[in-house]
């Protein structure tokens, strides 16, 4: 079956231009998770949904980072006038997560590169 | 707060021999860890978890040790092959702090 899928794999954008970033979690996987992954470095949490809900977003480094999953499934991340700093791997990620997130293994699509020149 | 670090970014081992990671974590209320393995240009690829109620956990090829004593984590993999390279990532808890990574070289 399919796995997580992002969209695009590469974007490079000038900064203070706004992206969007796609993620196709699962299909009938509760939990999305979204993390930033700067080069050499592990993953960082950004924020997470159960369902359409976000639960979390303690994670989001400024209030130009928005993420969306409007109706459970398909999540958008956003970030509105990129900066350089901005550049890096975001990586989506969903589990199962019926009602424990932290009981289910979270399955990782390849991550989007984003470069802010 | 929370942190993992792991002991060596690099670590080269001849195929066939196994290799150990090993990562340190800090005081921890989490009782959940990870292992992921990343090879370029994919996201990260769960192997194993271990909750702290145990001291090892086995899958295939893959061995994790728990030590809560001097809170470090370990993981083993027997029979290195080339398809094991890649960057191996220690991770903990539910939000999954990670560490940064450990690249794991195969010499042929």
């Known amino acids: 079956g399919a796995g997580v899928s992002q969209s695009p794999r590469y974007k490079v954008a000038k900064r203070g231009q706004d992206v969007a970033l796609r993620c196709d979690p699962i299909?009938?996987?509760?939990?999305l998770f979204w993390y930033q992954q700067a080069l050499g470095q592990g993953p960082e949490f950004l924020t997470y949904?159960?369902?359409?809900?976000?639960?979390?977003k303690s994670g989001l480094p400024s209030d130009r980072f928005f993420a969306e999953r409007p109706e459970g499934s398909v999540s958008t991340l956003k970030i509105q006038r990129t900066q350089q700093e901005d550049s890096a791997v975001y990586l989506c990620?969903?589990?199962?997560?019926?009602?424990?997130?932290?009981?289910?293994?979270?399955?990782f699509g390849p991550g989007t590169r984003l470069t802010v020149l | 707060g929370e942190s993992v670090g792991l002991h060596l970014p690099t670590l080269s081992v001849q195929e066939g021999d196994n290799s150990i990671i090993n990562c340190a974590y800090s005081?921890?209320?989490?009782?959940?860890f990870i292992w992921y393995k990343q090879e370029s240009g994919k996201g990260p690829q769960f192997i194993i978890d271990?909750?702290?109620n145990m001291d090892k956990r086995q899958g295939q090829r893959v061995t994790v040790l728990l030590n809560k004593t001097v809170k470090h984590l370990s993981l083993q993999i027997a029979a290195t092959q080339p398809g094991d390279s890649a960057v191996y990532f220690c991770?903990?808890?539910?939000?999954?702090?990670w560490g940064a990574g450990t690249k794991l070289i195969i010499k042929p």
């Open positions: 949904f159960q369902n359409e809900a976000q639960l979390d």
């Open positions: 299909s009938g996987h509760v939990s």
């Open positions: 990620a969903s589990s199962l997560g019926q009602r424990d997130r932290r009981a289910d293994t979270q399955y």
């Open positions: 005081n921890s209320a989490s009782d959940y």
């Open positions: 271990i909750r702290s």
């Open positions: 991770a903990k808890g539910y939000q999954l702090i």
